[in-house]
């Protein structure tokens, strides 16, 4: 009776798994965060989403459900800790520079973001990890450190390289997509960084896309720009997994 017990179990916490959705709390160094975890299936590949500047919020829950949609689990996390969501310039500044200025909390908070995606079962071992803006440059930082994952993909993500860091530790396939008005780090520098090192890498810079060009609903979507970015990083998925 223990082992069947066991077994089924098992079973309902296997099916409560691949049907669940939602927000999740989880912790580093004491400090509280939450996430938004989508479970497409057992052993789907995974998604690591990282935010823009103004934290987690429903447009990276949107995007969270529309790669459920294609069979892609994805755990979006949260770098700025539970319930800080910030709204007015400032403080979305503040957030950003506490941890652009602090490089080895960042990649704590991402380590342990993925520790936290293993312990709930999901595919580490097949992920790419994505990022807009702010989350974009945390995806190259993650990257420098020499995590081994199958790619890293930015959408209008900050390309600066902090001083000290290159590229000599990079693992899996690049796809950075970038603006050609972004007005944010020299594209050429990451692009010497990613060539020295011998990264595999594809660099797409679109014209008549403002930064922030895939934000719904906002003075800068692009909407040409999105779908065709988008669909091209359905295609890196695709090629890599």
């Known amino acids: 009776m223990k082992g069947l017990s066991l077994a089924v ?5 296997g099916v409560a798994l691949e049907a669940f959705g939602g927000s999740v709390d989880y912790e580093v160094n004491g400090v509280a965060f939450e996430g938004y975890l989508e479970n497409a299936s057992a052993d789907a590949p995974l998604v690591l989403l990282i935010h823009d500047w103004d934290g ?10 529309m790669l459920k949609e294609l069979g892609y689990s994805v755990f979006a996390i949260d770098l700025y800790g539970k319930g800080i969501r910030p709204t007015e310039l400032a ?7 506490m941890l652009t200025g602090d490089r080895e909390k960042m990649r704590a908070y991402m380590v342990k973001a993925l520790a936290f995606a293993e312990e709930q079962g999901l595919n580490t071992d097949n992920c790419v990890v994505m990022g807009y803006c702010f989350g974009g440059t945390a995806a190259l930082e993650l990257a420098r450190s020499g995590e081994e994952l199958k790619g890293f993909a930015t959408f209008h993500g ?7 860091q290159d590229y000599s530790k990079v693992k899996g396939e690049y796809l950075i997509m970038h603006s050609i008005t972004d007005g944010m780090a020299p594209f050429s ?9 011998g990264v595999g890498a594809q660099l797409i810079c679109y014209a008549g896309a403002p930064h922030g060009w895939t934000v719904f609903d906002s ?10 970015s988008w669909n091209l990083f359905i295609q890196y998925l695709e090629d890599l997994f």
Do not use: N
């Not at 403080?91 to 520079?97: A, N, V």
């Not at 900050?158 to 000290?164: A, I, M």
């Not at 520098?189 to 090192?197: I, M, R, S, V, Y």
């Open 189 to 197: 520098q990451l692009a010497e960084g990613l060539e020295k090192a």
């Open 219 to 228: 003075t800068r979507y692009a909407e040409k720009q999105d779908g065709e």
């Open 158 to 164: 900050g390309l600066g390289l902090p001083e000290g």
């Open 56 to 65: 987690l919020t429903d447009y990276e829950v949107k995007r969270a459900g």
């Open 9 to 13: 179990l098992s079973l309902m916490m």
């Open 91 to 97: 403080d979305k500044k503040k957030c950003m520079t």
